[in-house]
């Protein structure tokens, strides 16, 4: 895969903590939210780092690599010149969708607000692929991706993770990253096995790794990035660093941030754990599970191939020349889901020959289709889709609203400010059916539009208030008597 160097241990850099960052002893490098940084006009705490020759990785959450369409032309522009504005070495982004819809499956455009899972089916891995190398070809440097959490399954898959994951790599050359904390995640909410999980993955791809903190509650672990790392955590690392030596290891904080005394006993322990891992000797490891390895494994190890392993893996290097990962699944109306028992692991056959399979534009239409049933189901109320747990797809969609509220209030705190205690249900009630569309800024001029439409809040003083500042980011008048007085006729008649 080329020439490499090392990344070492490193932290999320968010604009909260710029100045801890800095101040951090031992960082090497820094991974940055590419959305969250304009590539003519960095950040100030950047750009001292990378005069100080820290690295910068931008870590991208809204290509949407696993959704039907192909990557956004100009998503992946602004990606590419964020990469070579932080002299990055690769930029990373996730194995998930974001949105669904538009006009590939003639249904309202939908957006996610979050990182959701791709089935593991063949038609979803072969939109994958092409997705992932037009994204390679419009980027100056390496892709890696991440695996995600998921709280959800879907039903009928054709693949492990190990072997969806497996046979991308083969296919596209890209890099993992892999997120240790989304392994725990996987094993309290879906019942997966992380030594498992670590065993299928093809680990030679490793780019870097993932460790952050969540919180379990009633039975579901939510990844917040907003606690502390615990040690099942620290442990699946373990395991992974007894197999492979970690190129990089990176602690992601996205909220309630702590004093810098905190953040650095945590930097602390993840090298303690990476100093102290027990490397595998003689460990009789798992080639990737490809498709071709799935159809001649002995009966018994399907998709195993044997080999055995030297006492200390040489370490993959990273190429020299991308919430929060989504962002904070908030922890509100606790209620306990019981872990969602795995389903037998897919034995697939060998892979579809090319010339036996559907065209890639069917298969994109297929896997949209069922991609924004489920978004729909989350987002606008509709009915689950066949052979999803119900349960779930309703703490999900609870999360994903929640999430919302507080991405919103970030964006424009001044709408907690103006409706105080009311902010929060109002916002709840109004994205029960109201799909986002357009991101969060649009979002939030959405829903305070559909208060004064709806002639609320009811204090006067509150009201022009957000009048005045729906006016001031709008452009247009607020809405009037005629549209208020449509939307209650719209409201009892039962389309509002």
């Not at 009633?218 to 907003?226: C, K, L, Q, S």
């Not at 987002?379 to 349960?391: H, I």
């Amino acid at each position: 895969m080329g020439d490499m160097k090392e990344l070492g241990v490193g932290i999320g850099w968010r604009p909260e903590i710029a100045d801890a960052v800095e101040a951090l002893p031992g960082v090497d490098w820094v991974e940055v939210v590419a959305e969250n940084v304009c590539a003519d006009h960095l950040p100030d705490s950047l750009a001292r780092l990378r005069a100080r020759g820290v690295t910068v990785v931008p870590h991208g959450v809204s290509l949407g690599l696993g959704g039907a369409d192909r990557p956004d032309a100009g998503r992946l522009a602004a990606l590419a010149a964020k990469a070579e504005a932080l002299g990055a070495p690769l930029v990373t982004e996730h194995i998930a969708f974001v949105r669904a819809g538009g006009p590939l499956t003639a249904t309202p455009l939908l957006e996610a607000g979050h990182l959701l899972p791709v089935p593991r089916t063949w038609d979803a891995l072969d939109v994958l692929c092409e997705n992932v190398r037009i994204a390679q070809d419009a980027l100056p440097v390496p892709l890696a991706l991440e695996n995600i959490a998921a709280l959800v399954s879907w039903p009928g898959e054709e693949l492990t993770e190990g072997q969806f994951l497996a046979e991308l790599v083969e296919r596209t050359g890209v890099r993992l990253l892999i997120d240790v904390a989304n392994l725990h995640t996987n094993r309290v909410n879906r019942g997966e096995d992380p030594a498992e999980a670590l065993s299928a993955l093809p680990v030679e791809a490793l780019a870097y790794v993932h460790v952050a903190g969540g919180l379990e509650r009633d039975g579901v672990w939510h990844d917040t990035h907003a606690h502390p790392v615990p040690r099942p955590v620290l442990d699946i690392l373990a395991d992974l660093a007894s197999r492979i030596s970690p190129p990089g290891v990176l602690l992601e904080r996205d909220d309630r941030f702590p004093a810098p005394e905190e953040l650095a006993a945590e930097l602390d322990a993840i090298r303690t754990t990476l100093a102290t891992a027990t490397p595998a000797a003689g460990r009789a490891v798992a080639a990737p599970a490809t498709a071709a390895t799935a159809a001649t494994s002995a009966p018994g190890e399907p998709g195993v191939a044997t080999v055995e392993a030297p006492a200390r893996p040489r370490p993959l290097l990273i190429g020299a020349g991308a919430r929060v990962s989504g962002g904070v699944m908030p922890v509100r109306s606790p209620e306990r889901v019981p872990a969602q028992a795995s389903a037998p692991a897919p034995t697939p056959a060998r892979a579809p020959a090319p010339a036996a399979r559907p065209s890639l534009d069917a298969a994109r239409q297929r896997v949209g289709v069922a991609e924004v049933a489920l978004l729909s189901a989350l987002v606008a109320g509709t009915p689950a889709p066949e052979g999803f747990d119900v349960r779930r797809l309703g703490v999900q969609r609870r999360a994903l609203a929640a999430k919302r509220a507080d991405v919103v209030a970030k964006v424009a705190p001044e709408l907690p400010e103006i409706l105080g205690e009311g902010y929060r249900p109002a916002f709840l009630s109004y994205a029960r059916n109201r799909p986002m569309t357009d991101g969060y800024r649009h979002d939030a001029l959405d829903f305070a539009e559909e208060l004064l439409i709806a002639g609320r809040p009811e204090d006067p003083a509150a009201r022009r208030r957000l009048t005045a500042w729906w006016r001031e980011r709008a452009g247009v008048r607020p809405p009037g008597p005629a549209a208020r007085l449509g939307h209650r006729i719209r409201t009892a008649l039962g389309r509002g």
